[in-house]
């Protein structure tokens, strides 16, 4: 009968995949979404890790062996990572294992990782939970907090004093930055005027917008997502509101300027990364981006990119690839110049970094400067 | 034949006794593996019940999993029971969270069910599946339970005996249930609603009874995953994951315990199976490539199953006892 024909091959063949691995490689495990919901995140931060194995092995390897990534991906499905990450660790032997974006796919994962004392390094998983897991745990953006204190620092540059907040109430990542925002301004001089909310999926915020108005504010904070931010932004300039609206890499999203048009324009939020920064390291990752891919990288890419280089460096400052070797060498990453900023791992394995100021003018995104921690 | 449910479930049984201390040894990737087999098996077969035997066609199971899952791991971590210490008391809480979170969907298998008798058909798999939707709202807005973040730290307690054993429950009770001279009424209700109706069956009670039960073992699925994967998200029990298994269903054939059991275990391997062909470095490279995009291959062999085989891979072949009645 063909089914049990075709589940013996499949024994025979699973049990043929514990081959032993060539003893001039180190393996590198990675798992991304490729497929299904968050793809766009995933592809880009597949990329750029990608590249950066490519240019590792290029320039020699570490400890005189090539790295090998092994690459699986978990179609945005949850419960799909612990089964990933199991078999990257039991199966493929990988030294530590890079990803994932979504702070969910990468919380899954984490408890494995942490129990078979295989270090796991997140480009892009900003929840604060995510390295609370363990001590294997790592990531190598900044967490949410971060990037309140940084517009803070920004609209107090700018010499705004007077501040309105809008905020998601159903995104912890925007209760959490409003919470820093609010903290940092009002110890440094500003002030926050008038806090409204409101929920992801809301379509009219006039009524919160018109309550914001009276108060004459010189900027409002939105730490939102960009499905609704691009429609506040037009209903502020409807209501005639004409002062800058800031927020946070949420704002990150094809349709944000789609949506919102010019309305958007004047205003600053605050990411990881930005290909028009005209530092060399940046233009140097850009123009290999674009020679390997064809497309300018975005913030997934540039924070895939450095969670391999700074693995790649560890390895090298450990000397070995022993779990916890390497993880007490992760841990002591210092000053990494990344191409996401210089990088440095603290206490609680997350990354001390700069952000990235971006500006909104003619309907297009200009990097305006870099803020340090 | 009448028997041949209680052999297989008490050989299934001693063999996950003798097997447990065993499966330890085995690679922890296949290990994962074949815990996500067992649990497949009791969705599977729980939601043929409902599904297959007593034709309701529900698209919600895997909101009724949700449920199962959230309320045990509720339990075990507000008891905080320690880490990784295999003594009785902590069997003793797990098996508590497991029953609870069965409740828990049995219950909701009832809110369910009793406002929804009165739909058939398409519409009932509307209700159903909005109903999955409602859990996964509810979920993600309920800050206790970790909302969108997900909610995680559950010990691993789920091992291959208990996901074997509680998979040969539920296949015994739903095959031993069917099979008794109560449990003809669920085959009455699929086959011909007003016939069963004027026969003096209840019909209303077996639907009720059929969604009770099989949100009940959907409900101790879930418990299972939430304490194997240590990590559960409402995106978890989405729309989608009810698919997957009302797939097993009608690939195995609706109706039949034994097909929809293969189906699950079939549908369990045959993507892991697919993942690691594309990574066997002496096939030919277009063998690879085509095992790269496995998730069309995957849906290939589905539309080609189906085309082959409509009534599902054992559908028609039907257990010997059945195929005796018809001729009969």
Known sequence: MLPSTFLKTSIALLAAGTLALAQDEIPVGEFASLTGGSAS???????????????????????????????????????????????????????????????????EAAPICQQ????????????????EVGDYIFRV?????????????????KGWKKVAILTDVKQDYSVGLAEFFVKHFNANGGQVVKEQKYSTGDKDFKAQLTSIKVTKPDAI????????????????????????????????????????????????????????????????????????????????????????????????????????????????????????????????????????????????????????? | MDKWP???????????????????????????ILLGIGISIILAASLNLVNGYTGQFSLGHAGFMGIGAYASSWVTLSYGYCLGANTTSTTTVFLLALLGGGLMAGIAGLMVGVPSLRLKGD????????????????????????????????????????????????????VHLVNSTYGRGFLAVRDDEIA??????????????????????????????????????????????????????????MGNTAGVCFAAVLLTILPEFLRSVSHYTWLPLWLQQIAENRMILYSLLLIVLMLTRPQGLFGGLGMPRRRKDVEK
């Open chain 1, 141 to 157: 953006c900044f967490i949410d907090p971060f990037q309140g204190t940084v517009m803070s620092k920004f609209a107090l540059s």
């Open chain 1, 41 to 107: 995140f995933g592809q880009s931060s597949h990329k750029g890790t990608a590249l950066a194995i490519d240019e590792i092995n290029a320039g020699g390897g570490v400890l005189g062996k090539k790295l090998k990534l092994i690459f699986e991906d978990d179609q945005s499905l949850a419960g799909q990572p612990a089964t990933i990450v199991r078999k990257l660790i039991s199966q493929d032997k990988v030294v530590a294992v890079l990803g994932e974006v979504a702070s969910s796919k990468s919380l």
């Open chain 2, 6 to 32: 209680k052999s297989i479930l008490i050989a299934v049984l001693l063999g996950c006794l003798i097997g447990s201390p065993f499966v330890f040894q085995i690679n922890p990737y296949y290990y994962d």
């Open chain 1, 221 to 373: 904070f939105i730490p939102g997502y960009y499905a609704e931010v691009s429609l506040i932004a037009r209903q502020a300039k409807l209501l005639g509101i004409k002062v800058p609206l800031l927020g946070g890499d949420g704002w990150v999203g094809d349709s944000l300027l789609k949506v919102a048009g010019t309305a958007l324009d004047g205003s600053f939020f605050s990411c990881h990364f930005s290909a028009d920064d005209k530092s060399p390291s940046t233009q140097g990752f850009v123009d290999k981006y674009k020679a390997k891919y064809g497309a300018v990288p975005d913030d997934m890419a540039a924070l895939g990119y450095d969670s391999a280089m700074i693995l790649a460096a560890a390895i090298k400052t450990a000397g070995t690839t022993e779990g916890d070797k390497l993880r007490v060498a992760i841990g002591a990453t210092k000053a990494h110049k990344g191409i996401t900023g210089t990088i440095t791992l603290d206490e609680k394995r997350n990354a001390q970094k700069p952000a990235v100021i971006l500006g909104i003018g003619n309907g297009a995104f200009q990097f305006v400067e870099t803020v340090a921690p």
């Open chain 2, 123 to 174: 519409y009932l798999a509307i209700v159903t599946l909005a109903f999955n939707e409602i859990i996964k709202g509810v979920i993600q807005n309920a800050e206790p339970l970790g909302a969108q973040r997900g909610l995680g730290g559950m010990v691993q307690h789920t091992n291959f005996f208990w996901t074997f054993g509680f998979a040969a429950l539920t296949v015994y009770v739903v």
């Open chain 1, 116 to 131: 078979n004392k295989v270090p796991m390094i997140s480009p892009a998983s900003t929840n604060p939970k995510v390295t």
């Open chain 2, 196 to 253: 069963a109706e004027a026969m003096g069956i209840n019909t209303t009670k077996y639907k009720v009874l059929a969604f009770v039960l099989g949100a009940f073992f959907a409900g101790i699925a879930g418990g299972l995953y939430a304490h194997f994967k240590q990590f559960i998200h409402p995106e978890g029990f989405n729309f989608l994951r009810s698919v997957d298994i009302v797939v097993m269903v009608i690939l195995g054939g």
